[in-house]
């Protein structure tokens, strides 16, 4: 239980500290938006586009500034706020 919540503390630090961003791809559309609450199962995009629930998404997440900290998944949006939408993951390609 320790060592799983030291786990959960240095991953919010680690988030906390780092301001990620998604080149994202629809069937229509391309951009680039801030990313939030990143999880192994989703996350949350940043952005005042007109996605609709059940769209899919592709994006390419940067981790950091190095090519091997980059994540490409593909999701759904499930949720929508007046700040963004709430995607989770369909297909993680790497990690």
Known sequence: D??????????????SQQVLMAD???????????????????????????LTI???IAMTIELSDSPAMVIKVTGKVVRKTIGGVGVVFTIVFNY
């Open 54 to 56: 059940g769209q899919e």
């Open 24 to 50: 994202c791809q629809t069937a229509d559309d391309i951009f680039r938006v801030r990313v939030n609450n990143l999880s192994a199962s989703g996350l949350f995009l940043e952005t005042n586009r007109r």
């Open 2 to 15: 320790t060592d799983l919540h030291g786990r959960k503390e240095l991953r919010k630090a680690f988030l």
